[in-house]
């Protein structure tokens, strides 16, 4: 069973920065892609952004620009860098991989919270 651990959410004042961090349990290597999704209170999930195991990444319109996701190949680890962070970034974000057998496999989530 694969696991994803989150962590790096918190509070933030509009235009900070967060760094989330999402280690898995095997080579991320093992996975055709890996990445980030939130749902905001009374809405749903909603992506975020991806990296296949190519190295391409895909953004949704409203994060590009200010969002970047990246791998540590060695660390097993997924990263999503938040700049210029606003009050309608909040939301709880989940790590999400999908395996070459297009299993789907979800971290536990972390809490971001902005303040305006």
């Known amino acids: 069973q694969v696991q994803l651990v989150e962590s790096g959410g918190g509070l933030v004042q509009a235009g900070g920065s967060l760094r989330l961090s999402c280690a898995a349990s095997?080579?991320?290597?093992?996975?055709?892609?890996m990445g980030w999704y939130r749902q905001a209170p009374g809405k749903q999930r909603e992506f975020v952004a991806v990296?296949?195991?190519?190295?391409?990444?895909t953004y949704a319109n409203s994060v590009k620009g200010r969002f970047t996701i990246s791998t540590d190949n060695a660390k097993n680890t997924v990263y999503l860098q938040m700049n210029s962070l606003k009050p309608e970034d909040t939301a709880v974000y989940y790590c999400n991989a999908r395996s070459w057998q297009r299993d789907d496999y979800w971290g536990q989530g972390t809490q971001v919270t902005v303040s305006s």
């Open positions: 095997r080579s991320i290597f093992s996975f055709n892609h």
């Open positions: 990296i296949g195991s190519d190295g391409m990444t």
